[in-house]
């Protein structure tokens, strides 16, 4: 009889643990009859799955410069805690997941007390646009990085960083969800009364600085276009605030709230003013031209300048190594030029085509991995653990 897989998990937050869940659906697919052992830090549903936890997840889910300087000590102490556990439980497999501050200096740490452990940590931290270096720093502690986008392996490869694998992305298993169905369909092709998404990004920050300038650029829209529908998707600690901000615009936005909601409005939106971020992605693969915008307090942008060595930020642009999105940063990000892009996005001609076909490119690119991202990862996992030194 095979003894135990013994596998250690480190998931910072919720997106985390989402991933975790689905590598463990699939791992033990894999395993078979095999039994498998869990321990390490994940949330309550990582723990009902079976995890052992070495600390509560709680302890480390924070964000913002100010509450990680807050709870430094106990977040380092937690480091420390973590590594110990893990190299004491002597796993044949550390995965650590997305959340790189913490995860992969808890790798470091592992890899110093049992450097036998072999060590995967998912979803490539983006070294490629910002502080490349720690590609370089990462190589002597992680054995494998599985990347969540097509053109990671080669960055990580030219910065000199772990051997990186493309598993594929989570938003491939949601495409269908992403489609409408042929009544969608119909509302989508409605050029004389479209839907018009408006996202504004799902950070306080974000939504103080975009909501303003997309809220004049929606009235240049309704100028032109008197019976678009104009909506809002909102998460649902911020569904006050945005209702705050946007309670005297000209033209009011329908908010609506939940994911369920928000996929909806992706199925019948004709085209969407975005805050740069992953959500550029799902909507390039749910086929709906968009302008994407990005501002920000005026140090940020300075600081952003110096470090970022990209010609774009949007991911499908960077996925196809071409503009097809544009996009609008800072103080280029005016109502009129949000606007004048967005009603070409809307009406059928050559811009509108090509951010259409730019997006089925995106769409085969994202699907070069296979169908299961998860299944990818547990199967590059179990190649690692395969081939370590005895």
Known sequence: MSPPFRLALVAGEASGDALALRFLESLRERLGDRELVLTGVGGEALIAAGMVPLFPQADIAVMGFGPVVARLPLLLRRMEDAARGIADFAPDLLLTIDAPDFCLRVAKKVRARAPSIPIAHWVCPSVWAWRSGRARRMAPHVDRILALLPFEPAALERLHGPRTIYVGHPLIERLPTLR?????????????????????????????????????????????????????????????????ATRNWAVQPDIVVGEAEKLA???????????????????????VPTVAAYRGASWEAAIARRLIKLPSVILPNLILGRSVVPEFIQDDATPDALSLNLLAALTDG??????????????????????????????????LVATRPA
């Open 180 to 244: 409408p169905d042929a009544r969608e369909a119909a509302i989508r092709a409605d050029v004389a009364a479209p839907v018009v998404l408006i996202l504004p990004g799902s950070r306080r920050s974000e939504i103080r600085h975009l909501l303003p300038v997309f809220g004049e650029a929606v009235v240049r829209i309704a100028a032109v276009r008197p019976d678009a529908r104009i909506l809002l998707p909102a998460v649902s600690h911020l569904r006050e605030e945005i209702g705050q």
């Open 350 to 383: 050559p811009e509108r085509q090509r951010q259409l076909e730019g997006f089925a490119e995106v769409e085969t690119i994202m699907k070069s991995a296979g169908a299961s991202p998860a299944a990818n990862a547990v199967e590059a996992a179990l190649t």
């Open 265 to 287: 409005a992706f199925r019948v939106a004709r085209a969407a003013l975005a805050a740069s971020g992953t959500v550029t992605l799902e909507l390039a693969l749910a086929q």
